[in-house]
């Protein structure tokens, strides 16, 4: 281990070796091969307006593993990087740092180690990029992708933008891309649309539609409330309004309004007729003044509450304490204050409405929950909120509309209009209301839509808050389109992987509520609407097919062909198969042939095998790829899979710049050598949960590797020099134990690496494998060479994914093969071909388990036996046994074995602790063992003590006898079952 002293010095050494190894013999570089079987995966590409973070070494890190392990399988694969130039990420940071803005400044010069020379190259967007480009791919190289980076581009590129032409009047041309008037997340100070990758922190705006329910004063002023269940109206007891925040009087539409005066900010975003007509000053001036319910005809008061937030709504809020814990709870609070009889009221007047039968409930669900809860306080938010979204989502889910719904109208409205709308929905499911209420609103004029950010604050690049705004004329992706929906859907359901599975209905749920999409922005890096030169199509429109762009971008520039070339025609054959070759080829000035090769390189790779991101790109840009490849390409052409990974926190908290643990990849690399880092990402959890970073974990790996390769270097010098000649007539007990339980631990990892269970395989690479070996050279006196050979082999092979380097000097330790020859060139071990010794398997882990009881007695009694003398069932309880692992493979509860074993083990022992222990061993042996011992006829408890008798004399360094158990015999008041022996000391 001295060689280890500092181990991340020795990892950033021999990656840096091999790295300079794999370049030079191109070990990474794919092209087809058409007797080849390929596997084609991406990752999503980074924005380089900053370096490569822990985020990006994680999602990285998974399809390298994977690329690397479907080469040893024997696939030609293809994984390529790119780096995503386009909108106004890059050019929001540039333009911070020409504007000398210093804690951006700091930040590049302390946390990204930016130098002052650099510094200037940042300034203007392409200098940003380029700079953080060039580092992201040395992060990339150092970190051991094994990436084709034959293939790399940006996204500005002429070349890529002239498929991004393409896709664009391909969508277009489908019916995909239409103009309108939308809602859309807006920059006020760009004045242009913003999504995920135009915010600060990456944050989608998302955007929540309200219902203005307009309630009328007695001077008509209007008193507009912002809700999410117009449904509820019936049963309005009050309005409220934050006595202490600011409201105004503004003009909308010709008429009067009353909100507050953030609600009336963003409203001019979503109206064309809005002035402001006069500061209102607080709420408290309007407390007590009548309003009429716009359906009911009931007048109502305006009360105080805190709980009124002006900045989320209108700053008014109508009052359901039937339905809603908030106003049930204010009112309360109200009613005990006796504040109400300032304003002329009476608690009559306040006495909750019920609107919608909820069974289990009182009429009062909202009385119900509060008290669930315990709260009595507006100012119990946690609770409140905890009440409100519980009651919400039980109520849209099983509610049902009031029968009696007619009584909640005022005795002098005899509107016939609302009479028909309360026939039309009492008696039916508050989920499919909704819609008739507020259909009547605005068919009536007596409501409005509202739009608010959900998850506000949103921020944009520049700094400013992001607001919604009703976009006219505007150029949207319609991700409305229920044709559309409805075919990813089925691609969903029937042909594309998700990978974890869970993640699947997350997938689901965007479809459903994807929404129309704006496509383009008014400024940034990227490529022109092909229809409207002064748009820019946004970064996550125009990063939803490029894995096609992959395939192809190499021999585009293998023939210098230029993009002028690069028309629609080019694209349409290429990707499509449209078109006579001859005539374009003509029209083009591309021979046929070249054009041929293009097309059969594309067919080749595609489709995509795996497409690699994080989970945070759910809900935007992986279901955008799909919906983007099923409208543009045919159906054998779909994406297979789509791997999702979590996110990363750093010693149990999320990596975040604000929290000071925000760690850069290169510092991590420079800090732990990329091999313990590769390592310690993936062992610290499954790839669809958030993995922990820590400094402990750290640590724990590079002793790990530390000890893996000392192991190593030991076993080559001892063993290694002169393999063996030996077969398997010559294997002894625990050589066929050795060989079949690494038989075990190869198709274990195998299969993990076929689900994507990446976590478990590092558990049996790298700790149970070890384990194994060191198991066997302590138990064999002198170890099978050959063996041992064999399988150090085939552990480093299967290393190799992990830990490239690490993997690639130790197989040159133990094969001095040429340099050139890497551990990358050998097959995956095939666990079919590996010999399975089920007896002997059996054998040690019942040897095994008497050592662990052994032990334990001797710690008890703290004294060391001169004998042991074991006592083993006979062959009456091995058949009960055998009849017990039956029961329990059939699924069977450990109470219903104890039922089915009473008669023959009552009298004998316990049945129930018997049965428990049967249950206890069969879960503790891999299913084939126990299937092995169901079938053996000659297989009983005597034979597998015959075979270890001599290996626990060695190992315990104590005189061992065995005999069977019989009536009579002195156990000292103990009885032996299957597999559990009695063991008795002699002193």
Not at 443 to 458: L, Q, T
Not at 680 to 691: F, H, K, P, R
Not at 769 to 779: G, K, M, N, V
Not at 859 to 870: G, R, S, V
Request: glycine share 4%.
């Amino acid at each position: 281990m001295e060689k280890f002293a500092n181990f991340t010095e020795f990892d950033k050494s021999i990656s840096k070796k091999w790295n300079e190894v794999w370049e030079k013999i191109k070990i990474n570089e794919a092209d087809p091969e058409p007797s080849r079987k390929k596997f084609y995966l991406t990752a999503a590409y980074p924005y380089p307006n900053g370096p490569l973070h822990l985020g990006h070494a994680r999602t990285y890190l998974i399809p390298d593993v994977i690329a690397r392990y479907k080469r040893l399988q024997g696939y030609n694969v293809l994984f390529p990087m790119a780096f995503h130039f386009t909108g106004t990420p890059i050019l929001s940071s540039s333009e911070a740092i020409a504007r000398g803005e210093e804690h951006l400044i700091k930040e590049f010069r302390e946390l990204y180690e930016v130098s002052e020379e650099d510094l200037e190259k940042l300034k203007t967007p392409l200098g940003m990029a380029n700079y953080f480009k060039e580092r992201a791919k040395k992060d990339m190289k150092d970190y051991m992708l094994s990436i084709d980076w034959r293939r790399e581009f940006t996204t500005i590129d002429p070349e890529y933008s002239s498929f991004i032409t393409w896709q664009f009047l391909k969508l277009k041309e489908r019916g995909y891309i239409v103009q309108g008037t939308h809602p859309v997340g807006w920059c006020p100070y760009h004045q242009m649309p913003v999504g995920m990758h135009d915010t600060k922190g990456d944050v989608e705006p998302e955007i929540q539609e309200y219902t203005l329910i307009l309630f009328e004063g007695e001077d008509g002023t209007i008193y507009p409330t912002a809700t999410l269940r117009p449904e509820t109206i019936f049963g309005v007891t009050n309005l409220w309004v934050n006595e202490d925040a600011e409201y105004v009087i503004a003009n909308i539409d010709g008429k009067k309004y009353f909100l507050s005066k953030q609600a009336f900010y963003k409203i001019t975003f979503q109206k064309k007729n809005v002035q402001l007509i006069k500061d209102a000053g607080k709420g408290v001036n309007v407390l007590g003044k009548k309003v009429r319910n716009p359906i009911t005809g009931k007048v109502v008061s305006i009360l105080p509450s805190s709980f009124v937030d002006p900045s989320t709504g209108t700053g008014v809020v109508m009052s359901v304490p039937s339905h809603a814990p908030y106003d049930y709870v204010a009112l309360k609070e109200i009613i005990s204050s006796n504040e109400v009889k300032k304003f002329g009221l009476d608690e009559e007047k306040l006495k909750p409405v019920p609107v919608i039968y909820l069974k289990g409930y009182s009429p009062n669900p909202a009385e119900d929950v509060v008290q669930k809860y315990k709260i009595k306080s507006v100012k119990e938010k946690e609770n409140l909120d905890k009440a409100t979204k519980e009651l919400y989502l039980e109520e849209f889910s099983n509610g049902v509309i009031r029968e009696d719904l007619i009584k909640t109208i005022a005795v002098d409205v005899a509107d016939r209009k609302v009479i028909e709308l309360i026939e039309g929905i009492r008696g039916k499911n508050v989920k499919d209301v909704k819609k008739n209420v507020i259909s009547f609103l605005l068919s009536n004029k007596i409501g409005d839509m509202f739009y608010e950010i959900a998850n506000k604050p949103v921020y944009c690049r520049c700094g400013t808050e992001i607001v919604v705004k009703l976009l006219e004329n505007q150029w949207f992706i319609d991700y409305e389109n229920q044709k559309w929906k409805d075919k990813v859907r089925k691609a969903l359901e029937n042909r594309i992987e998700i990978v974890p599975e869970e993640y699947k209905e997350w997938f689901f749920n965007t479809i459903e509520w994807l929404k129309k999409r704006a496509c383009a922005r008014s400024r940034g890096l990227g490529t022109s609407l092909p229809w409207d030169k002064n748009w820019i199509i946004e970064s996550l429109s125009d990063s939803t097919i490029y894995m096609a762009f992959y395939t192809v971008i190499k021999k585009i520039r293998d023939y210098k062909i230029t993009s002028e070339k690069l028309t629609e025609e080019f694209w349409d054959y290429v990707f499509l198969g449209y078109g006579d070759e001859k005539e374009i080829s003509e029209k083009l000035k591309i021979d046929t042939e070249v054009l041929k090769s293009i097309r059969n390189e594309f067919l080749y790779w595609y489709p995509l095998d795996n497409r690699h991101s994080g989970k945070d790109l759910v809900p935007n840009h992986l279901s955008f790829m799909l919906f983007n490849h099923i409208a543009i390409f045919p159906e054998n052409l779909w994406p297979k899979r789509i791997v999702v990974n979590g996110h990363i926190m750093v010693e149990g908290v999320k990596m975040s710049k604000s929290l000071g643990n925000f760690i850069p990849m290169f510092k991590a690399i420079r800090d732990v050598g990329p091999n313990t880092l590769r390592v310690s990402l993936l062992y610290s959890a499954e790839i669809g949960n958030d993995a922990n970073y820590s400094k402990e974990l750290v640590r724990v790996v590079q002793d790990k590797l530390a000890r893996i390769y000392s192991l190593i270097a030991e076993i080559s010098d001892k063993y290694l020099k002169t393999p063996q000649e030996g077969s398997a007539a010559e294997l002894d007990i625990i050589d066929k134990w050795f060989i079949s339980k690494f038989k075990r631990i190869v198709k274990r990892v195998t299969d993990d690496l076929e689900g994507y269970v990446l976590r478990d395989a590092v558990v049996q690479i790298f700790f149970e494998t070890e384990q194994s070996i060191e198991e066997y050279i302590s138990i064999k006196q002198n170890p099978n060479s050959k063996i041992l050979n064999e399988i150090i082999h085939e552990w480093i092979i299967m290393m190799s994914p992990f830990v490239p380097s690490f993997a690639e000097d130790l197989w040159h330790l133990v094969t001095k093969d040429p340099i050139e020859k890497s551990v990358f060139n050998n097959k995956w071990p095939d666990y079919n071909e590996i010999s399975s010794y089920s007896f002997e398997e059996l054998a040690i882990i019942y040897m095994e388990r008497i050592i662990s009881d052994i032990e334990g007695i001797k710690k008890a009694l703290k004294k060391t036996p001169n004998e042991i003398h074991i006592i083993i069932s006979n062959e009456k309880l091995w058949k009960l046994f055998k009849n017990a692992l039956l029961i329990l493979k059939e699924g069977h509860s450990v109470k219903e074995l104890t039922s089915a074993i009473s008669k023959e083990i009552g009298g004998y022992a316990n049945p129930y602790q018997v049965a428990e222990q049967f249950n206890e061993f069969y879960q503790s042996i891999p299913e084939d063992i126990s299937d092995f011992i169901l079938k053996s006829e000659d297989i009983n408890e005597r034979e597998l003590m015959l075979s270890i008798i001599p290996l626990l004399q060695n190992k315990l360094s104590l005189k061992v006898k065995f005999s069977e158990y019989e009536e009579g015999l002195v156990t000292r008041g103990k009885r032996p079952i299957p597999m559990k022996p009695v063991i008795l000391f002699s002193f």
